[in-house]
């Protein structure tokens, strides 16, 4: 690390791959596979929207691929946001990014590694509880300790997720077929397509992380956009490959049956040992896009302490260690805080509790901003036509063909998803209102206070792009 205490390019093609697969490949996966089953009509179409979320994934990661390129600064959606909308729209998107989406997400996966680290062993009522907890902690101290810590944290535990499923696939592609009866049992059934995609999206989701780190990756135009493809092709080869497995040992009826999928096609392929092998894959993953998170999150509030005065002790790069520690700690505290404000982090309230609360309060906002930075580049390609050869951005970044077709999907899945997202949310609501009205304050004022904050900033001057 060099003295003023900035960061450097130390990142490597694998390095970045790792973030990408290790964040996508969490705990998604696992819920996902029965309710996707379940909306299905045949092995066909089911086969045919895990493709599509991959194809999404990768238009996706193209676009990202481009936005990084041309601003190759940690930051990603922060930074696309600022330029192509104002300092105002930036600052919002980092502000719910500090205060709901990051810590929704991160400690949503805490409580999926607690409540099967608990599974794998229990020390009594508050083993849920410690695990969670301690998970955010633990990884944060990794990652303020240094980059490359954090870094070979997170590709230890990519390689041993993917490992983990290729045996799980291997297991089952070679073990038992399900029964006649079952396969039959599926045919001539209706589903929920839109529904389904929904959950198939969820399951791709983390692909954009990577322009959070761009200026710690070296040689970004090259490197950023390998990353994203390779990371786009795993992903979508393991979740097929599973999706395989446990079609072959399962049968579609049998895997739309219950949401622990993939635990009842371990325990047919491996028998008892099964699935306490998953409840520890299933850890290494939520370990794994945990860490992620972690990793690239405090990067977005280092960009916004950049820019903002106000925020300026954010952008604190510690220069022993190489990392933005200040925005490492206030990350770790608010999703600590959230945890236990959210749900209580009880044992039986594990899936239903902070859990849900984290996930359905963070997606309406995450696609919203979705939304807005696949828009960023067409408003850069339209300012790139007005301007001068002189004042236009770095020509040498990687330019997306077919343009405007991918940011258009990106774009009408993201308002698809904000709408559902939101109903969802109605919903949820309508029907539990008294236990979601803290959680539901907690989002409004966020909002409300980060306009205010913007206006007030603009008013005065502040907020440089």
Not at 356 to 372: G, K
Not at 437 to 442: E, L, N, V
Request: some cysteine; charged content about 15%; glycine content about 12%.
């Amino acid at each position: 690390m060099n003295a003023a205490g900035t960061p450097e390019r130390r990142l490597s093609t694998f390095d970045c791959a790792s973030i990408v697969v290790g964040i996508v490949v969490g705990s998604g996966i696992y819920q996902s596979l029965g309710t996707v089953a379940a909306q299905t009509a045949s092995v066909a179409e089911l086969a045919a929207l895990w493709i599509a979320g991959g194809l999404f994934a990768l238009l996706g990661s193209l676009c990202y691929a481009e936005l990084a390129g041309r601003y190759p600064e940690d930051g990603g959606d922060f930074i696309y946001l600022n330029r192509a909308y104002g300092p105002g729209v930036g600052f919002l998107f980092a502000w719910t990014q500090l205060w709901i989406i990051r810590p929704g997400s991160i400690g949503a996966l805490a409580c999926v590694f607690g409540n099967y680290a608990a599974r794998l062993y229990s020390f009594g009522p508050e083993s849920f509880a410690v695990y969670a907890l301690g998970s955010v902690a633990v990884l944060t101290l990794l990652n303020m300790l240094g980059v490359r810590q954090s870094t070979r944290t997170q590709n230890l535990l990519t390689v041993a997720k993917v490992l983990g499923l290729g045996v799980l696939v291997v297991a089952g592609l070679f073990g038992p077929s399900a029964p006649a009866e079952v396969v039959v049992a599926a045919r001539g059934r209706e589903g929920d397509v839109a529904l389904a995609m929904i959950f198939v999206l969820f399951a791709y989701s983390g692909w954009n992380e990577m322009g959070c780190v761009a200026a710690e990756v070296r040689n970004p135009q090259r490197n950023i956009l390998r990353a994203l493809l390779i990371g786009a092709a795993v992903v979508t080869v393991v979740y097929l490959g599973v999706n395989a497995a446990c079609l072959k040992l399962l049968g579609l009826a049998g895997m739309s049956q219950g949401q622990a999928v993939a635990a009842t096609a371990a325990v047919r392929a491996l028998g008892p040992w099964g699935e306490r092998g998953l409840s520890l894959l299933i850890c290494i993953s939520a370990l794994g896009s945990t860490n992620g998170m972690i990793f690239t999150g405090a990067r977005i509030y280092y960009a916004m302490g950049k820019r903002r005065p106000l925020f300026a002790p954010l952008a604190v790069w510690h220069p022993r260690f190489g990392t933005p520690i200040v925005s490492l700690a206030v990350q770790a505290a608010v999703t600590l805080g959230l945890l236990i404000g959210f749900g209580g982090l009880k044992a039986d309230d594990a899936a239903g509790g902070a859990f849900e609360r984290l996930v359905i309060f963070m997606t309406p906002p995450f696609y919203i901003f979705l939304m807005l930075s696949a828009g960023a580049l067409a408003v850069f390609r339209r300012r790139d036509a007005r301007l001068g050869e002189g004042e236009r951005a770095r020509e040498d970044h990687y330019r997306l063909p077919l343009f405007p077709l991918p940011p258009l999907v990106v774009a009408l899945a993201g308002a698809f998803l904000t709408y559902q997202s939101i109903a969802y949310v109605a919903r949820r609501f309508s029907e539990e209102g008294p236990a979601l009205r803290g959680p539901t304050i907690w989002v409004v004022a966020t909002f409300a206070t980060g306009l205010a904050i913007a206006m007030w900033d603009k008013a005065r001057g502040g907020g440089a792009s």
